[in-house]
């Protein structure tokens, strides 16, 4: 079955970098379209970042542009995150995102369990 698995998260301080890692199995991962989506304490679901299926289209967030990196190893079926300059705003559990309309035209999304991320002096 899909599963989507995130690691890498933990406590930082404001200024310091963490590497988010998702690993997928269960699809065509190479096919797919990945997006890295974050919820904060009391608020709503925000989205961070998307990379298509080669990895040469990326997308940011303003409040990430410059901070972040997204990219893709499609061998390894893992889409990364790397987040320089970290600030208290970040801290939120972080979660990957894949979707596709598959064979049959039904819309199809999943979700890793998400991990936290942690900006604080």
């Known amino acids: 079955q899909v599963q989507l698995v995130e690691s890498g998260g933990g406590l930082v301080q404001p200024g310091g970098s963490l590497r988010l890692s998702c690993v997928a199995s269960g699809f065509t991962f190479s096919s797919v379209y990945i997006d890295w989506i974050r919820q904060a304490p009391g608020k709503g679901l925000e989205w961070v970042s998307g990379i298509n299926t080669d990895g040469r289209g990326t997308y940011y967030r303003d409040s990430v542009k410059g901070r972040f990196t997204i990219s893709r190893d499609n061998a390894k079926n893992t889409v990364y995150l790397q987040m320089n300059s970290l600030k208290p705003e970040d801290t939120a559990v972080y979660y990957c995102?894949?979707?596709?309309?598959?064979?049959?035209?039904?819309?199809?999304?999943?979700w890793g369990q998400g991990t936290q991320v942690t900006v604080s002096s």
């Open positions: 995102n894949a979707d596709w309309v598959d064979g049959t035209g039904a819309y199809r999304a999943y």
